[in-house]
């Protein structure tokens, strides 16, 4: 795990979780739920675990979204 203030992280986990849910409702809630808590934990890991290992790669054809601009994670318009 990452340091850091617990409360906070805390926090930051369940904003996390919030995000990944109303991006669920807003798209009709067509991925099945099995998808969006293995999105969730692939996220997790990514954000909150330390080590190469525990940041898996990414399934082929799955994008990372910024939840903020709504462009994949890595791409120049993302950056701004």
Do not use: K, N
Not at 9 to 25: D, E, K, N, T
Not at 55 to 66: L, Y
């Amino acid at each position: 795990m990452i340091e850091g203030e617990p409360l906070l992280l805390a926090r930051s986990l369940v904003a996390i979780q919030q995000v990944h849910l109303a991006r669920w409702v807003e798209t009709g809630m067509d991925m099945p739920a099995a998808e969006v808590a293995a999105r969730l934990r692939r996220t997790f890991r990514a954000m909150f675990c330390r080590g190469a290992s525990d940041r898996p790669s990414h399934p082929a054809g799955e994008t990372m979204m910024s939840p903020l601009s709504r462009e994949p994670v890595g791409s120049d318009r993302s950056r701004s």
